[in-house]
């Protein structure tokens, strides 16, 4: 069975861009998260989605935001990117949404430069 | 408030000689507490888990973790380092909110010395 895919796995781009980022999760997996990681920050949680629907969601500002198709493919979008968005942001997805004993399967993730 | 502390955020070990990497977590209901390696580049990938049918739990690539209530602790052992060890490693911790909400800790980086 695949793993979790993100594209692209790199990207530069200028303050001010905005920028959208894609993840196909497993095969059956229906959940769907998304995380920030930076040296300063560590891993911050950015939100969650199950069937189409965001449940839970991080402090980040508006200008993060996501979806998640019938597919259970997901994309996250940033627009007026500023130099501290720079970071690796790690896709995960999940069989059991429910269950907090759940694994998290992660993706290679989305490094994303800001100039 | 859940959450995970990782102390130590580099750790270096001989090839050879026992890993231990520290986790405590606070949590106001009984945890589900999980450890990750990161290698450089690459995403997270589940070392083993915790959810609560035995304390001494055993994971992939040698690696262990006993669950302490008494001390708030979930380290991670591995008796003999490799090289191939040397990597970030996170504790997290899930919770109960009818969805899967997981805080991870700060990481620590294990060096292997040859």
């Known amino acids: 069975k695949a793993g979790v895919t993100q594209t692209p796995r790199y990207l530069i781009k200028t303050r001010g861009q905005q920028v959208t980022l894609s993840c196909s999760p497993i095969s059956g997996h229906r959940s769907v998260s998304w995380y920030q990681q930076t040296p300063g920050q560590g891993l911050q949680f950015l939100f969650e989605?199950?069937?189409?629907?965001?449940?839970n969601k991080g402090n980040f500002p508006g200008r993060f935001s996501g979806r998640q198709f019938s597919n259970s493919r997901s994309e996250m979008n940033v627009s007026t990117l500023e130099l501290g968005d720079s970071a690796l942001y790690l896709c995960?997805?999940?069989?059991?949404?429910?269950?907090?004993?759940?694994?998290?399967?992660f993706g290679p993730g989305t490094r994303l430069l800001v100039l | 408030a859940q959450s995970v502390t990782q102390l130590g955020s580099h750790v270096s070990v001989s090839e050879g000689a026992l890993v231990l990497l520290r986790c405590n977590y606070s949590s106001s209901v009984p945890p589900y507490l999980f450890w990750y390696v990161q290698y450089p580049n690459q995403g997270l990938q589940l070392l083993l888990k915790?959810?609560?049918?035995?304390?001494l739990v055993k994971g992939i690539n040698g690696f262990e973790a006993e669950f302490k209530k008494s001390e708030t602790s979930f380290h991670l052992t591995k008796p003999s380092a490799h090289m191939s060890d040397a990597a970030e490693y996170f504790c997290?911790?899930?919770?109960?909110?009818?969805?899967?909400?997981?805080?991870f800790g700060t990481g620590t980086k294990l060096q292997v010395i040859p």
């Open positions: 989605y199950f069937s189409e629907t965001q449940r």
């Open positions: 997290a911790v899930s919770f109960s909110g009818g969805y899967q909400k997981v805080t």
């Open positions: 995960a997805s999940s069989l059991n949404p429910s269950g907090r004993e759940e694994t998290q399967y």
């Open positions: 915790y959810t609560s049918a035995a304390t």
